[in-house]
């Protein structure tokens, strides 16, 4: 199977402005969640959707935004961008097996915010 | 909320010997737990899974403990090599809600 996929990889953007991006999860999976990670943050939890709908989320303002289509892909998008949301942004897909869950991580896409 | 506390952010140690990194959390008990690897600019990869009735996992030169008393995970990497640096971040699985929660990670050099 193919893994994740996030597009685009590398983004610059200036603040202000708003940016979308793309993820694929593996086929079958219908769970999909979003982290940014920083250095020296870690992973932080964004918010994550199965089936199209949010579950949960994090403690992010409300700039950040997701959604979650019929064919489980999903895409998040940040409004009015800020310095600091320069940062390394993580997709994941996962399904559940009797219990247990795994996260299979796209490669990320690199936002640079001027 | 889930804490989730992994032994100093860097460790270096010398090619050949093990490395040994701790995750520790507090607040709930999980059914399993997960440790990933992660390079410098890519995603986290899933490396084992071990789930709470077990109390120790293998797979090639990495080894994992979970003690459930203790609220800890132990992973090992013996005969460690200079591919094996990278960052290793602990996971647990959701509790109430659907959210994973990964520690910081210990970021792993080895030193040839």
């Known amino acids: 199977k193919a893994g994740v996929t996030q597009t685009p990889r590398y983004l610059i953007k200036t603040r202000g402005q708003q940016v979308t991006l793309s993820c694929s999860p593996i086929?079958?999976?219908?769970?999909v969640s979003w982290y940014q990670q920083t250095p020296g943050q870690g992973l932080q939890f964004l918010f994550e959707?199965?089936?199209?709908?949010?579950?949960n989320k994090g403690n992010f303002p409300g700039r950040f935004s997701g959604r979650q289509f019929s064919n489980s892909r999903s895409e998040m998008n940040v409004s009015t961008l800020e310095l600091g949301d320069s940062a390394l942004y993580l997709c994941?897909?996962?399904?559940?097996?009797?219990?247990?869950?795994?996260?299979?991580f796209g490669p990320g896409t690199r936002l640079l915010v001027l | 909320s889930q804490k989730i506390e992994q032994n100093s952010e860097a460790l270096n140690i010398q090619e050949g010997k093990t490395a040994t990194l701790t995750c520790n959390y507090t607040?709930?008990?999980?059914?399993?737990l997960q440790w990933y690897r992660q390079d410098p600019g890519r995603g986290p990869v899933f490396l084992l899974l071990?789930?709470?009735?077990?109390k120790e996992k293998r797979k090639e030169r990495l080894k994992v403990t979970f003690d459930t008393t203790l609220k800890q995970s132990l992973f090992h990497i013996t005969a460690s090599q200079p591919a094996d640096s990278a960052t290793y971040l602990c996971a647990l699985p959701p509790n109430t809600g659907n959210q994973f929660y990964f520690g910081t990670g210990t970021s792993l050099t080895v030193i040839p």
């Open positions: 607040n709930y008990s999980p059914a399993y």
């Open positions: 086929s079958g999976h219908r769970s």
């Open positions: 071990i789930r709470e009735n077990e």
């Open positions: 994941a897909s996962s399904y559940l097996s009797g219990i247990q869950e795994t996260q299979y």
């Open positions: 959707y199965f089936s199209e709908t949010q579950r």
